[in-house]
Each structure stands twice: as C-alpha cells, then as structure tokens.
T-cell receptor
Framework: KAGVTQTPRYLIKTRGQQVTLSCSPISGHRSVSWYQQTPGQGLQFLFEYFSETQRNKGNFPGRFSGRQFSNSRSEMNVSTLELGDSALYLC?????????????FGPGTRLTVL | EDQVTQSPEALRLQEGESSSLNCSYTVSGLRGLFWYRQDPGKGPEFLFTLYSAGEEKEKERLKATLTKKESFLHITAPKPEDSATYLCAVFNAGGTSYGKLTFGQGTILTVHP
C-alpha cells in the first residue's frame, strides 16, 4: 500500500510570494490533516479536511488556507509569505479523522522563505 | 488548552542500556495518546495508540504504557538504529477535535554503539 506523498519536497520562496503544497493520502483514507513543524514551536495543527469539507482549524492566520478534492487529495496555500513561515509542512491521512484511526504522515515539504 | 510535556528533552544511551521516556498530558477528555518516531528530514512514523489507563503495547524493543496523567515509552536494550526523536501526541474529546493531534516537543534519543 502506497504511503502519503507530498509535493514538492523542497521550496524556496521570497517574502510576499504565495505557495501551494500538495498531499496525496493513502488510498481509502478520507481525512487529511496539515501540520507545521518548526524547531521552536514543534508540530502545530493547521487544519483538517474530510470529504472536501474543512472540519477543524488551528490557530493560524487567514493567510493559511487549504482545500480537498473529491479524490481526497489536498492542497494547502500560504499567501503573502513571511520569514516565519519557513518550516516543514506535514500532511497526515487517516480513514476518518477521529481518535480511533491512526494518522500516517508524509515526508513533508520543506519551505524556506528568504 | 491541551498540554503535552515530554521529558527528558534529550537522552543519550549506550547500546543495551534500557531507559524510559516520559509524556505527561493535560486534556479535557483524552480520546487517545499516540507515540511517533521521527528521523531527521522525515515525517513522523506511527508507533502506538493507547486509549485507557493501564493499557500497554509492545513492538520489538519498545513498550508504551498509559496512566491517567502520563505515558511512558520504555526502550529495552536499545540499538543505534533506535536513535530518533520520539513524539507523544494526544487526541481529546472536547469541542471540534477532528483530525487534531496536540504534540509534545519530543525527546531526542541517541544510542551510542
């Protein structure tokens, strides 16, 4: 069974630009969660999508947005990039997004903002 | 606000020297406690889920246990390949909690040959 895939693996952008990251979940999984990982803050929850609907959102500014497609693939977008947005962005998929299904993580997208 | 605290921040062991990692948590209603392993430059790898106090799970040299306030990850006779960051996370029952894991800061484990 193929794991969670994320593209691209690395990105370098400059302040003010916008970026779109992509995540393909494990086949059959309908829930996709996104996390930001930084050395200072650790792993922080961004949002979760299930059947193309955002069901939960973390404490991040509106510059961070996402969507999910009918095939469960998900994208997240960050607009007007700031230096502090440099991080490893991880997506995780699970069957339903509740506590009884494990979340499986992708390898992440390393975003560097210059 | 859910809180997860892991200790120690870093742990250095000699190969074969058993030890334990600690994860203490404060949540409004625990629905699950998860352990992950993360290697540098990679995404977290799922290890265990624990749901109720007294529950234990084992996998190779790792054993996870859960009480009402904390969880332990016991590592028996570790090998250098066990070197990684070990992350603990909780899933609570309060509010809108879909898909949200709250993570601790992790314990960096280094096992020397």
């Amino acid at each position: 069974k193929a794991g969670v895939t994320q593209t691209p693996r690395y990105l370098i952008k400059t302040r003010g630009q916008q970026v779109t990251l992509s995540c393909s979940p494990i086949s059959g999984h309908r829930s996709v969660s996104w996390y930001q990982q930084t050395p200072g803050q650790g792993l922080q929850f961004l949002f979760e999508y299930f059947s193309e609907t955002q069901r939960n959102k973390g404490n991040f500014p509106g510059r961070f947005s996402g969507r999910q497609f009918s095939n469960s693939r998900s994208e997240m977008n960050v607009s007007t990039l700031e230096l502090g947005d440099s991080a490893l962005y991880l997506c995780a998929s699970s069957y339903s997004g509740n506590s009884y299904n494990e979340q499986f993580f992708g390898p992440g997208t390393r975003l560097t903002v210059l | 606000e859910d809180q997860v605290t892991q200790s120690p921040e870093a742990l250095r062991l000699q190969e074969g020297e058993s030890s334990s990692l600690n994860c203490s948590y404060t949540v409004s209603g625990l629905r699950g406690l998860f352990w992950y392993r993360q290697d540098p430059g990679k995404g977290p790898e799922f290890l265990f889920t624990l749901y109720s106090a007294g529950e234990e799970k084992e996998k190779e040299r790792l054993k996870a246990t859960l009480t009402k306030k904390e969880s332990f990850l016991h590592i028996t006779a570790p090998k250098p390949e066990d070197s990684a960051t070990y992350l603990c996370a909780v899933f609570n029952a309060g509010g809108t909690s879909y898909g949200k894991l709250t993570f601790g800061q992790g314990t960096i484990l280094t096992v020397h040959p």
